[in-house]
């Protein structure tokens, strides 16, 4: 995956929310120091966790889509 710098708002243009067609997803129990690690890397980085976690899933389904060739 290749460095991308993300709008530090939390809404790239790349993953702009669509109405109320979005939808949230909680995830819990994080372990509290490596979620403190990477929230103070993507400040560091000015990179948007939101944006960085839906980036991260876009790839990972198409490296899934690549590989079953659909």
């Given at each position: 995956?290749?460095?991308q710098?993300?709008?530090?708002?939390?809404?790239?243009?790349?993953?702009?929310?669509?109405?109320?067609?979005?939808?949230?997803?909680?995830?819990?129990?994080?372990?509290?120091?490596?979620?403190?690690?990477?929230?103070?890397?993507?400040?560091?980085?000015?990179?948007?966790?939101?944006?960085?976690?839906?980036?991260?899933?876009?790839?990972w389904?198409?490296?899934?889509?690549?590989?079953?060739?659909?």
């Amino acid at each position: 995956m290749t460095r991308q710098r993300f709008s530090s708002g939390g809404y790239s243009k790349e993953f702009k929310p669509h109405g109320n067609t979005g939808r949230r997803y909680l995830l819990d129990k994080i372990p509290a120091g490596f979620w403190t690690a990477v929230q103070e890397k993507a400040k560091r980085e000015k990179v948007s966790l939101r944006a960085l976690i839906l980036r991260l899933l876009t790839d990972w389904l198409a490296d899934d889509v690549e590989r079953r060739g659909l």
